[in-house]
């Protein structure tokens, strides 16, 4: 299931999922569905298998792969976004390059981080005979990594590394900073 948070200060909606294979390659490499088609959030909303394709071919602007939908923290980019028969599936790269990237990389290796969670406005929309609505049109701003995704039936798998403690030092730093952004 997914659910819905309201508006950010943008004005974007988002919806969080968490994404059955999502995983970090040694590299940064990432992969997995950032929205499923016809699954029902929290409050009655369903996005609509199509509803994305209009704002995926829209040229001009590139959809933003965020930590936590922070637009001041870009951390990779989406090299990949495309809708399939189960949603919108999607591929990228964590910029390992800079911290927030190489931190981000080594939490979803970890297993610490497992979420996707779409920013987006809606289009259109049709009224859910239950109270929510039926996501028809959405025009898609950025894919988030997140680390409470709603969606309990659906869980990521870690990636691989080379050796049982590849990455323990990298994940110790991250959870350090994420430890001293919290206090």
Same mark, same amino acid.
């Given at each position: 299931?997914?659910?819905?948070?309201?508006?950010?200060?943008?004005?974007?909606?988002?919806?969080?999922?968490?994404?059955?294979?999502?995983? /970090?390659?040694?590299?940064?490499?990432?992969?997995?569905?950032?929205?499923?088609?016809?699954?029902?959030?929290?409050?009655? &909303?369903?996005?609509?298998?199509?509803?994305?394709?209009?704002?995926?071919?829209?040229? +001009?602007?590139?959809?933003?792969?965020?930590?936590?939908?922070?637009?001041?923290?870009?951390?990779?980019?989406? &090299?990949?976004?495309?809708?399939?028969?189960?949603?919108?599936?999607? $591929?990228?790269?964590?910029?390992?390059?800079?911290? /927030?990237?190489?931190?981000?990389?080594?939490?979803? %290796? /970890?297993? =610490?981080?497992?979420?996707?969670?779409? +920013?987006?406005?809606? @289009? %259109?929309?049709? $009224? =859910?005979?239950?109270?929510?609505?039926?996501?028809?049109?959405? &025009?898609?701003?950025? @894919?988030?990594?997140?680390?409470?995704?709603?969606?309990?039936?659906?869980?990521?798998?870690?990636?691989?590394? +080379?050796?049982?403690?590849?990455? &323990?030092?990298?994940? =110790?730093?991250?959870?350090? =900073? /994420?430890?001293?952004?919290?206090?």
């Amino acid at each position: 299931m997914m659910i819905e948070t309201p508006a950010l200060a943008s004005g974007l909606e988002t919806k969080f999922v968490s994404v059955d294979g999502l995983a /970090a390659a040694e590299d940064g490499r990432i992969e997995g569905y950032a929205s499923l088609f016809d699954v029902a959030d929290q409050s009655g &909303d369903v996005v609509a298998p199509g509803a994305f394709a209009a704002s995926l071919l829209r040229a +001009g602007r590139r959809v933003k792969l965020l930590w936590q939908h922070d637009p001041a923290q870009p951390i990779g980019v989406w &090299d990949e976004i495309a809708e399939d028969a189960r949603g919108l599936r999607v $591929k990228g790269r964590l910029l390992t390059e800079i911290r /927030a990237g190489a931190e981000a990389a080594a939490l979803v %290796r /970890a297993g =610490a981080i497992d979420g996707l969670s779409i +920013g987006y406005r809606t @289009v %259109r929309a049709a $009224k =859910a005979a239950d109270g929510g609505r039926r996501l028809l049109e959405v &025009d898609l701003w950025e @894919v988030s990594l997140v680390t409470f995704p709603m969606l309990p039936e659906a869980r990521a798998a870690k990636a691989e590394g +080379g050796g049982e403690n590849d990455g &323990d030092a990298a994940l =110790a730093a991250a959870i350090e =900073a /994420a430890r001293r952004a919290l206090a």
